[in-house]
């Protein structure tokens, strides 16, 4: 049961999220895109939003700056924090500008106000939970493009309220975060995506 749980926290961790949300939009939106310039985003996004982060990570566990990859403490999450605020920058600079595809460059906007909220809570020593912040910004972006787009995606809606609960009892039974911490990375999560959304739907 351990296992299954930690296995949670580990598929949905916070940096797949922003690329699932991606693969999900090229996958259901109903504007002809090119396949080989999906396929050229993608790859850029998953080497600078996995890939890198992933190296940086290992860097840091090196020198002693990091025991995990789920950062346990306030102080091991402020440089992954900043270093992950300078991806978001330079995605929304480079692979998703606002003259492309103007839901993803606000999705990325959003996420960026995601990260910086929660290294401003860091920084307080105010732990906040990275899961349900990346969780709750994706689920919210889902809900803002079947509104956009007058899609009926119910299933993958379920689906992701589902995930939701299944990452949130993870975070609960591995005693990670408290359910205020949880609480409060879904709102940091969601509310940013709503704010956004204003400008694109």
Same mark, same amino acid.
């Given at each position: ?27 259901? $939106?109903?504007?002809? /895109? ?7 985003? %993608? !790859?850029? +996004?998953? #080497?600078?939003? *996995? @890939? ?21 403490? $306030?102080?091991?999450? /402020? ?7 300078? %991806? !978001?920058? +330079?995605? #929304?600079?480079? *692979? @998703? ?25 860091? /920084? ?16 919210? @972006? ?60």
């Amino acid at each position: 049961m351990k296992w299954l749980i930690k296995s949670i926290s580990f598929i949905f961790h916070p940096i797949v999220m922003p690329l699932i949300a991606v693969v999900f939009y090229f996958h259901k $939106t109903p504007r002809f /895109i090119p396949e080989q310039w999906v396929d050229a985003k %993608i !790859i850029s +996004l998953t #080497i600078l939003s *996995v @890939f890198l982060p992933i190296l940086i990570y290992y860097l840091l566990k090196t020198l002693g700056k990091a025991e995990s990859i789920y950062l346990k403490s $306030t102080e091991e999450r /402020i440089f992954p924090l900043l270093i992950n605020i300078f %991806i !978001i920058g +330079l995605i #929304i600079y480079r *692979v @998703f500008p606002s003259y492309q595809i103007i839901e993803l460059y606000y999705f990325f906007i959003g996420v960026l106000i995601s990260n910086i909220t929660a290294l401003v809570l860091n /920084i307080t020593k105010f732990k906040v939970s990275l899961h349900m912040t990346a969780v709750g910004g994706v689920f919210m @972006f889902f809900i803002g493009f079947a509104i956009h787009f007058s899609k009926n995606i119910n299933g993958t809606l379920a689906l992701m309220a589902i995930i939701t609960g299944a990452i949130a009892t993870s975070r609960l039974y591995l005693k990670a975060h408290t359910l205020k911490e949880l609480i409060i990375g879904l709102m940091i999560g969601a509310i940013p995506q709503i704010i956004v959304e204003n400008y694109w739907l």
